[in-house]
């Protein structure tokens, strides 16, 4: 029988929730922003279409693809460079900030009317800080969920996306640096918000479990009135990748296997150390130009 699916509902009804799924690209946050969308939250509308390279669909909407490039374009940085540096609001003066922070906050007027919306674009991650800004200044409580996944896993789904659309020539080295990058900012940039670390192949194993944790940590009701479609969507050939091994260190440093040493740790709900990651961030920023 046909059920209609129920909204998603704050604890707290006063303010509507702006639920931003960040991380690197590559770690399921297609996935993830579909699931929430199954589970009661609305997403934007005008999203991008399905491809060969994600014939699920990217669940991204286009106004933020396009307001995101513009605002890189003029910070001259681009999502694809490897800077970690957190200039959102110290590279550009007071002036152009608040005309990005502007240009972000009118995306937020054509969100539907919902308690809960999820927002999901990749290059948000790189810029946390103006569009935190801009969901406050819309009126919109902000949570988010940070998707991670094995970086070899991540890295080996870059390499084959680049080697299909040739937009970059790709590598180990340039892929464990755009992972380091995306997954330090997502965290860096969460903390202070309600948040919560959803492991890829975790989602996968168990999609009922994960959605329980993200709900309890975040104090939003996610309703699974259709489990059926909910199974059919992540079905096990989501995943093309697999790697339970060590993590490779391209580097020659110590820089990635703590990170997602800490952030598994953390989507398991244990213990994790975030002096670790800030050391990471502090090593990575002095030397990131080296690359």
């Not at 890189?72 to 002036?95: K, V, W």
């Not at 308690?115 to 935190?132: G, M, R, S």
């Amino acid at each position: 029988m046909y059920r209609q699916r129920q909204r998603a509902q704050p604890d707290t009804a006063a303010r509507p929730v702006a639920l931003f799924v960040l991380g690197f690209g590559r770690s399921g946050t297609s996935t993830l922003a579909r699931l929430l969308a199954l589970c009661g939250a609305e997403l934007p509308t005008r999203l991008l279409g399905a491809t060969k390279d994600n014939p699920r669909g990217y669940w991204e909407p286009r106004v933020a693809v396009h307001v995101n490039e513009q605002i890189l374009r003029r910070q001259g940085r681009s999502g694809y460079d490897l800077s970690i540096r957190m200039e959102q609001t110290t590279a550009l003066d007071s002036a152009a900030s608040a005309d990005c922070v502007a240009k972000i906050s009118a995306f937020f007027t054509t969100l539907p009317d919902a308690p809960v919306v999820v927002i999901k674009e990749p290059k948000i991650t790189a810029l946390i800080d103006l569009w935190f800004e801009a969901a406050r200044l819309a009126g919109y409580d902000i949570r988010a969920v940070i998707a991670v996944r094995h970086p070899a896993e991540a890295i080996a789904s870059i390499e084959k996306r680049a080697r299909r659309q040739n937009y970059v020539r790709s590598s180990p080295e340039l892929g464990g640096a755009w992972w380091l990058k995306y997954t330090l900012l997502a965290e860096r940039g969460t903390r202070g918000v309600p948040r919560v670390f959803v492991e890829y192949a975790n989602l996968l194993e168990n999609w009922r479990r994960e959605v329980k944790r993200i709900s309890a940590a975040l104090e939003i009701d996610l309703d699974t009135p259709d489990e059926a479609e909910i199974d059919k969507f992540l079905s096990p050939d989501l995943r093309h990748h697999r790697h339970c091994g060590s993590v490779t260190e391209p580097f020659g440093t110590d820089w990635i296997a703590p990170v997602y040493a800490g952030l598994t740790a953390a989507a398991r709900d244990e213990p994790w150390n975030q002096s670790e990651l800030d050391r990471v961030f502090d090593a990575y920023r002095a030397s990131e130009y080296g690359f």
